[in-house]
Each structure stands twice: as C-alpha cells, then as structure tokens.
C-alpha cells in the first residue's frame, strides 16, 4: 500500500506561482510513475504532469508546457509541481497520484493511488 498527501496549495494571482508537493509513504519502490491531475467542480479530471522516477522522465499536458514543472526527491520520497505564470484556468483541485503499472495522462483509472488534494485558486 501507498499513501500520498498533498500540501502547499493555496491562492495566488495570475502571473504568480505556486508549489505543491506530495509526500508518499509505504511500498514506494512499487510504483511506476507518479503525476498530478486537476479537478474543477462539474468538469473531468484533467491530468497534468507525469514523471517516472527511476530515470526523471517527465510528460506535460499542452496547456502546462513551459509553465509546470515536474520533480521529484528521491530521498524524501516526495514529488512538486511548480507553477509558474499560474492562468485562473489554473483554478482546481490538484491531485496526485502513483501507478504501479500504466501510466498515462490521459487515463486517470489506471492510476492505483491518490491523495486527498489540494486547492489552488489563481485570481484575475
């Protein structure tokens, strides 16, 4: 089993940045890739950064190219997503998760674990 706990989200105002990171504990070494997605209330899920922390690679949506940054501390066990030039689109709540398997950003079901979340508002 794995857990993941989220933190460092909060409001901020277009053009500004912020910097969630999520703690995982457990059976880490089992896990394949780990990543963040977003949600806004009466929308899909949207996943927005990937990495896979054996080698670093890393995946982005369009949308978060150039902006996001994901990362991820080996020996905390510990995976960030800075934002930078946050958009209110921007605006959700922010999700990680960890896949002992596939990993894809387009197919959020196949991710085994998530955390609580997070709520990042960026104001116009």
């Known amino acids: 089993q794995v857990k993941l706990v989220e933190s460092g989200g909060g409001s901020v105002q277009a053009g500004g940045s912020l910097r969630v990171a999520c703690a995982a504990s457990?059976?880490?070494?089992?896990?394949?890739?780990m990543g963040w997605f977003r949600q806004v209330p009466g929308k899909d899920r949207e996943g927005v950064a990937l990495?896979?922390?054996?080698?670093?690679?890393?995946h982005y949506i369009g949308s978060a190219k150039g902006r996001f940054t994901i990362s991820h501390d080996n020996a905390k066990n510990t995976v960030h997503l800075q934002m930078n030039s946050l958009k209110p689109e921007d605006t959700a709540m922010y999700y990680c998760?960890?896949?002992?398997?596939?990993?894809?950003?387009?197919?959020?079901?196949?991710?085994?674990?998530w955390g609580q979340g997070t709520q990042v508002t960026v104001s116009s």
């Open positions: 998760a960890a896949s002992l398997f596939w990993c894809d950003l387009w197919r959020g079901e196949n991710f085994n674990y």
């Open positions: 457990g059976n880490t070494s089992s896990l394949h890739c």
């Open positions: 990495i896979w922390p054996n080698d670093g690679s890393t």
